[in-house]
């Protein structure tokens, strides 16, 4: 989780909105907080206070669920125990779900995670941690299912969990029925897919799992869900604001009597108190910002460019209060027309000569010294391949820094297929011993060093094609700093630490760079782009104060999942027909990433349909309000 690290905000709700109107759109009781790491103190916050207030005869019952989403929690209430703010001494622990078949030591089970985050350093009785069994014969399942089922059903005081990217809890998948009880349920390729980011290969993934029931949480005393990251936007809106539905089965939830949202901001993003502000109460101020956000939205409500809206279509819409508190109808569409306008520029690294008054980017000085910092070997042409070929061919001195090595994100045969080809070259015949090593791997251990060390070659490699398909001199602006806090061998990372820190700077010193570009979105499955931009900032704290530095700005761009809001970009680079191809086949260099997408999260497309998409959408939005047309957009938020 990246503590520090927040999204651009646009405008706040004010404090006087009343719950009713709020009320209007949300449906159940929803806390927004500004990071993840503060959503899991908030949880942590209720977990302790209810543990404590606990005065009823009898063990206090913590319904847990598995995965990423509540390992902050997990943190956070290990560090209350260690601070002496709680006991887990009359405690007793109910998990959600688990593989089947599933050994309990095995590093991939759902509840072997949960005692590794939390449980081993409590002081929990073991006797009073009870997880779904998944090593009990296949024909005692249903008998067993049962027996769990009635050991907690309507025990838990306190459910608390995450919710999946299709709304799944636990295992209960759309179209889970709303009365479902613990059972044996046969898991979704979806799911698996989905899973497959806990395991070295797809294949390890089991077909079955046991999970609770819908009805066996609804249950539960009290039930608090979190949801962090920009992955969770569709369903928070869904659980949040939607109707009840199948679908997305964590919405049966709504109808529970005593039930707590707590989300981060990243999540919150398509909400209505956050997207539509205005719909819920007048904002305490309309920034410019706020004021662009409104009339791009306006635009699309009433399908019309800007310099058409009307008087009309602002009161009609429940944009009277900017009305009637900024300005005319025509002059706000005249200046968002023109502030929308003057961040789309051709010349990322500033045109030399020209007047930059209304350019996002200074002419001077020119040319310019580059970072591009891409967390793992290939977002970098994958985000903004187009503008790091515009970089280039403008005469700057660009340079790329690949954070991470990527070697989880490699496929076993991928590997057998590099080393073939070396035996075929006359390079070497390594074929057996390396396919010795891949046969004698432990489902859920780290790899081999040895193997890492190939499947980090094999995208070193992939990434300097790219760099050549662009221009770049992939010997001398080519920097793999593979950072220490992503060489785990396993998918689980480690804390980014001092030495992460270190070689970021090291970097930024030799270079002395004008421009940084760094990843600023949130929805890596792994969250390793969360801890790259901290690695960045991190190092940056350290050394704004050179003399370098002040000349230096950080520009943001976005990964193969989302786009930046209009409302918030502060540059537009528009690509044409060719350097959109040009770009698609700099992607195409990276081979082991394409056709079958390691980590695909919940979107089936490769990353160049997923790059080209969301940069011909950001282009369609652009003609839609009235804008030139293009044939592709990159965006790009100053931080700095």
Not at 50 to 75: K, W
Request: aromatic residues 8%; hydrophobic residues 40%.
């Amino acid at each position: 989780m990246n503590p520090k690290f927040v999204l651009p905000k646009i405008g706040e709700l004010p404090v006087s909105a009343s719950l009713d109107s709020i009320c209007k759109f949300e449906k159940v009781p929803t806390l927004i907080c500004a990071t993840a790491a503060e959503g899991a103190k908030r949880a942590a916050d209720v977990v302790v206070k209810a543990i404590n207030n606990h005065r009823v005869d009898g063990l206090f019952v913590l319904g847990l669920s598995t995965g990423r989403t509540p390992l902050g929690l997990y943190s956070e209430l290990v560090n209350r125990y260690k601070a002496g703010e709680v006991s887990f001494k009359n405690v007793e622990v109910y998990s959600l779900d688990e593989f089947y078949p599933m050994q309990p030591e095995n590093p991939q089970s759902r509840n072997h995670r949960v005692y590794e985050d939390f449980l081993k350093y409590v002081d929990i009785d073991p006797k009073n941690v009870h997880f779904p069994d998944g090593t009990v014969p296949r024909d005692q399942v249903n008998e067993y299912c049962k027996s769990y089922e009635q050991k907690v059903r309507g025990q838990v005081d306190l459910m608390i969990m995450g919710v999946g990217e299709i709304g799944q809890v636990g295992f209960n998948e759309p179209g889970t029925y709303s009365k479902s009880t613990t059972r044996l349920v046969q898991l979704s390729y979806n799911s698996r897919r989905t899973q497959n980011k806990f395991f070295s290969n797809p294949n390890e993934v089991p077909k079955t799992a046991i999970t609770m029931g819908m009805d066996t949480i609804m249950s539960a005393k009290k039930v608090v869900l979190m949801m962090w990251g920009e992955e969770k936007t569709v369903i928070a809106k869904e659980l949040i604001e939607g109707a009840v539905s199948e679908n997305y089965p964590a919405t049966y939830l709504q109808e529970h009597r005593n039930i707590q949202v707590i989300i981060d901001e990243a999540a919150a993003q398509e909400l209505t108190r956050v997207k539509e502000p205005w719909l819920i109460a007048p904002p305490t101020e309309w920034t410019p910002k706020l004021i662009r956000k409104a009339v791009i939205w306006l635009c699309q409500v009433v399908d019309k460019p800007i310099l058409k809206l009307t008087h009309q279509d602002y009161i009609k819409n429940s944009l009277s209060d900017l009305l009637e508190r900024v300005d005319t109808y025509d002059q706000i569409n005249i200046r968002v027309f023109n502030e929308i306008q003057h961040i789309i520029s051709g010349w990322p690294g500033g045109k030399p000569n020209a007047d930059d008054s209304t350019r996002p980017v200074s002419s001077t000085p020119f040319p310019k010294r580059v970072i591009i910092f891409s967390p793992h070997p290939d977002d970098d042409v994958i985000s903004m391949g187009g503008t790091f070929n515009r970089l280039i061919e403008q005469g700057h001195d660009v340079h790329v820094a690949y954070q991470t090595s990527g070697n989880v994100a490699v496929y076993d045969d991928v590997v057998l297929q590099n080393i073939d080809t070396a035996r075929e070259m006359g390079f070497g015949d390594k074929f057996n011993e390396i396919r010795d090593i891949i046969a004698n791997k432990k489902p859920g251990e780290p790899e081999p060093r040895a193997l890492l060390d190939l499947k980090g070659a094999i995208r070193r490699a992939e990434a300097r094609a790219a760099c050549r398909s662009i221009g770049l001199n992939d010997r001398t602006n080519a920097h793999f700093l593979n950072l220490p806090f992503y060489e785990t061998g396993g998918i689980k990372k480690g804390l980014l630490g001092d030495d992460d820190i270190e070689i970021v700077k090291a970097l930024m010193r030799q270079v002395k760079p004008h421009q940084i570009y760094a990843a600023g979105d949130l929805t890596d499955p792994h969250g390793t782009h969360r801890v790259c931009i901290e690695a960045v900032l991190r190092a940056w704290d350290e050394v704004k104060d050179e003399p370098w530095a002040k000349e230096c700005h950080i520009w943001l761009y976005r990964g193969a999942w989302q786009e930046w809001d209009l409302a918030v970009a502060d540059m537009a680079v528009p690509l044409s027909p060719e350097e959109l191809i040009r770009k698609r086949h700099a992607i195409f260099r990276h081979l082991s990433q394409k056709d079958i997408v390691p980590f695909p999260g919940e979107d089936a497309r490769e990353f160049w349909q997923r790059a080209e998409e969301r940069t011909q959408g950001t282009a369609q939005l652009f003609d839609k309000i009235g804008l030139p047309e293009y044939q592709a957009i990159e965006m790009f938020v100053k931080l700095l």
